[in-house]
């Protein structure tokens, strides 16, 4: 074999413009922590504590004997489920709206893919959860932000700034309701505005729904679906990640009345065969989890949230709107880096034996220099645990501006 | 809310583009003959009748109560696994150079985009497998096409033809071994010849090797890790789904020396979170699973390969040179529309009480045309039944010939 001298071949620019996960970089840290016999109480992640149900888990009893493809759209019986579920939230969409993906993950992809062309836009509510950042990049689609601000709860900015995020590649908003990072659940009132707006200019509606049920004080998430003209322009996100405590198992849904995306989406399905069997398994349980479920999950939660909230509201500089949904917010620090603020927990602080290692913000920013005094707090943990994470940030913040000399 | 009369947006023309499944047209008819009491036999999917391993099955009996999210490149004993697997066939691949992905399909997708931009070009040998067409739509790359023929066992084209479909915008070579659809095993001639170009021509070479056991004769698959240079320009696609009969866990891996390549399908990989984990359970029993499986299931293929093409070979008009590997064929047919002659099969045909089912091969050329007069069969079937497939080919053809005048 020749072999004669070749340049040897570079990765593409848009697989270097993928963004790394903004706490990658802290990782090491944390475990070097960990090793010094530092415990890290783990605020940054979205991984809940909660067991997944047991008669889902108990499905898996009932595996074949051959780990067979299931159709690409997801088995009949998991589209049943999906179907039934919706079905109680007052929904009535058929086998030919509801695509199962691997986890939500795979609907946000299918659906941006729909949606654009590479060089598109998309318009995004600013901080957001980061890795739809990744989505854009392997679609060629530029993020284009709209800011809410703390002060506001992180409730929608005026119409204006959507009209001025407009341009003539604009072809979807992406909403995540109830909202990672921030918390924020959008009202009634909101989601029409946000759903007049595409209507207006032609644009689809991309609502990121997986956190539905993290709804607290009894407020209601307002499904995008509800909107009385949703039929062709409405496309939801969903998965069982959450709702379910069941992350791992990778499995969600796409769920659309417009039969071009949902054709589309069941094209770009059969192109990976289909999604995960085992979890299509594990989902037909949850046809038997009560409503009691939820219910004992949302008052866990609300409890978590005010514990925190409580906790980190009474630390002198630390800002943070009462949070209204899912299992996150967004607190503004008094420190003017949060990316070191957060490296300086792991590496350099403990308190009675504990750090805590929290999600600089400005990963779920798209505007460069926005959140950089912010953080991202995910609460699933233990209340007790939260306690403890809320006596270590108070006693890491005067000491970490003492030492920086804020 | 007001909402003005607006056009409602319409899906990507990327979108519009991306294949529907070859066979999807026939399901309904494949349904409706099965509903009229006609027993079809499958020789048109690739999803094997073999057990998925016990000893893997049994891991299932150690879910963890809560089913959490894996780390994006896969939990460490799956990577380790992974590890085992290769050493085993002489590699010696780390943790930086594993990345489990959701199937090998996941692990295309990610090849696709970490080498490409939107507009570049793909070389691929045809017929090939056609869910590449799907991962190319998405990537916006063009497949450009170099031909094998059956009359060669579908072995590689000369090297001229390679030079010939060359661009400015070309990236990769995608060469699936052994092959889907036409089972050819590549000589280590011939993987050195395509390795030779690629790497005068700076493209990558993405080697899909998820059929590798699958080899007849005592022939051996040359895996492109092999080649002595392969370090920075070879990606290997790989996946559980054939090799233990588990297609319906979705789980697979990318392998690559190259450490830019690796990094930017990690990248892809956080964005989607984690490959599903259930799958990675299961997967940690294929340490248990002895060389007498793959032998008996070696042994079980090569059976069957035999029985369908002495049998097809008997039918006159029907061309196939001895498949060599995997566990598919294409076969040129004494007809001149497969795709019509395959929905006859199922609409207007059976022979005591059966018909057949197959996949038209077009589906599985990019060149308009070709493929036309063969088909894909998969051998995935037991002995007795694929006899019985062959019967009834051998009775539909002339009926078939004689109703369309041939």
Known sequence: MTTPAAVAPRISERARRMPSSPIRRLMPLAEAARARGVRVYHLNIGQPDIETPACMREKLAKAERVLAYSPSGGTPEYVASLS????????????????????????????????????????????FYTNYNSFAGLAGVTLRPVRATGENGFHLPPESEFEAALSPRSRLVLLCNPNNPTGTVYTREEVERVGAFCRRHGLFLVSDEVYREFVYDGREAT???????????????????KRYSACGIRLGCLATRNRDVHAAALRMAQGRLSPPGLAQLVALGANEVGPDYARGVQV?????RDVLFEGLGRIPGVFLA??????????????????????????????EGATV?????????????????EVRIAYVLNVDDLRAAVKVLAAALPRYRQERGL
Not at 93 to 122: K, N
Not at 223 to 237: E, G, H, Q, R, Y
Not at 357 to 373: I, N, Q
């Open 84 to 127: 039934a579920y919706y079905r109680k939230l007052g929904f009535d969409l058929g086998p030919d709206e509801l695509l199962a993906t691997t986890g939500g993950s795979e609907a946000v992809l299918f659906a941006m893919f729909a949606c654009t062309e590479d060089g598109d836009e998309a318009i995004v509510v600013e901080p």
């Open 223 to 241: 499904s995008a679906l509800s909107l009385p003209d949703s039929d062709d322009f409405v496309i939801v996100v969903d998965s069982l990640s």
């Open 300 to 304: 866990e939660y609300q409890k978590r």
């Open 322 to 351: 009462k949070p209204e949904g899912a299992f996150y917010f967004v607190a503004r620090l008094p420190v003017k880096d949060a990316d070191d603020f957060a490296a300086w927990l792991l590496s350099d602080f403990s308190h």
């Open 357 to 373: 290692m929290v999600a600089p913000a400005s990963g779920f920013y798209a505007t460069p220099g926005l959140g950089r005094d």
